[in-house]
């Protein structure tokens, strides 16, 4: 299968590298493509060397896959002239997100949406990501009716430029800034442009991603986002008021069965999910799991996972799995389908 990675040389486009071998996932060619000024460097790939390409030459060599990874305005542009040329594109900009011609996909949650038709699937925000596939069980067995989130967001989301600023913060450097302000021993409330209404780009992502991923556009969503000082993933602060009564145990045993999910919740030997912990992993991590007694029907949570993997790169492999085991991707091998 030939499979290209738009954005390849950046953070999120090297962990898709990583992922897609790390997953086996049966690439026969890969096609790294960025920008201009990477034209002609070479990406080492499962013991092979290939260059990087620009899109119009990615194109031309027709590949079965594209996962995209290289901002808005490239996917808007390319991302329909790949799927023109019989590519299926899983894009992890925010371009296709809402619009209701395509899917908006977290394997774990709303796989079943997916079908041959589709040729550009939206990943979502790494966000929402996270916080959905810890809800979508409690959703199911209890119905929610709202959500209360705050986030404490990885430099890493931002990118390497962002990364930089971190490092160079903390060594005493100066050099090129990816905030308006410090990041070291800083918050910053605000993660992309201010809207209208007076939230950010990113809580309004929250806000409309999930309604849509869910299937469920009676579920309210409010959130606040903020970049934090922290390399390992996103954390979260997540309170949802339910529509039925639930039991805490059964809570927990929902989690612990829930795909994708684990539970690390033991307060008396101080265990709980952490940036630190969930770096590198592709599991979604929650914890501080407790009843909010100040309405009924309500529970906190703390949720962490790597922004890079299952908030961005694993993600959407795990897409690409699914259409691969649905016989939507055509591979070489059928028996690799068969396999996943």
Same mark, same amino acid.
């Given at each position: 299968?030939?499979?290209a ?5 950046g953070?999120?486009?090297?962990k898709?590298?990583? &992922?897609? /071998?790390?997953? $086996? ?6 096609i790294?493509? @960025?920008? #201009?000024?990477?034209?002609? =460097? ?6 092979? =060397? ?6 119009? #030459?990615?194109?031309?060599?027709? *590949?079965?896959? @594209? ?8 996917s ?26 395509? /899917? ?8 079943? &949406?997916l079908?041959? !038709?589709?040729?550009i699937?939206? %990943? ?37 430029k962002? &990364? ?8 005493g ?27 950010? /780009? ?7 991603e ?17 970049? &934090? ?9 997540v309170?949802? #008021?339910?529509? %039925? ?31 630190l912990?969930a770096? !590198?992993? $592709? ?8 009843? $909010?007694?100040?309405? *009924?029907?309500?529970?906190?949570m ?8 299952k908030?961005?790169?694993?993600? @959407? ?9 649905k ?14």
């Amino acid at each position: 299968m030939k499979v290209a990675v738009v954005g390849a040389t950046g953070l999120v486009g090297t962990k898709m590298l990583q &992922v897609l /071998k790390e997953r $086996d996932f049966p690439v026969t060619t890969l096609i790294p493509v @960025a920008s #201009e000024k990477s034209v002609g =460097k070479e990406i080492e790939f499962c013991g092979k =060397k290939y260059k990087v390409v620009l899109p119009e #030459e990615a194109i031309a060599m027709k *590949p079965d896959l @594209a996962l995209f990874s290289a901002g808005g305005s490239t996917s808007l542009k390319y991302a329909p002239l790949f799927a023109g040329a019989g590519c299926v594109v899983v894009d992890n900009s925010s371009a296709w997100r809402m619009d209701p011609t395509k /899917k908006l996909v977290v394997p774990e949650v709303n796989a079943h &949406v997916l079908t041959e !038709d589709d040729k550009i699937i939206a %990943n979502p925000n790494c966000s929402t990501i996270q916080m959905v596939v810890v809800l979508k069980p409690l959703h199911d067995k209890y119905k929610i009716k709202r959500v209360v989130v705050s986030t404490y967001q990885s430099v890493t989301g931002t990118g390497v430029k962002a &990364v930089q600023q971190l490092k160079n913060e903390r060594e005493g450097k100066k050099g090129e800034m990816a905030y308006a302000y410090p990041i070291d021993m800083n918050l910053i409330p605000h993660i992309d442009v201010f809207l209208e209404n007076g939230y950010t /780009k990113e809580e309004m992502k929250m806000v409309n991603e999930t309604k849509k991923i869910m299937g469920d556009d009676t579920i309210q969503v409010t959130s606040t986002t903020v970049r &934090v000082p922290v390399m390992g993933g996103h954390s979260e602060s997540v309170n949802v #008021e339910f529509e %039925n009564e639930f039991d805490l145990e059964e809570v927990r045993n929902i989690l612990e069965h829930a795909p994708g999910v684990v539970v690390v919740d033991d307060v008396a030997n101080l265990k709980y999910p952490m940036p630190l912990y969930a770096q !590198d992993r $592709d599991e979604v991590f929650v914890g501080r799991i407790r009843r $909010d007694f100040s309405i *009924p029907k309500a529970l906190n949570m703390w949720i962490v996972a790597d922004n890079l993997r299952k908030g961005a790169a694993t993600n @959407a492999v795990q897409i690409a799995e699914i259409l691969l085991k649905k016989n939507f991707l055509k591979s070489p091998s059928h028996d690799v389908a068969n396999a996943l």
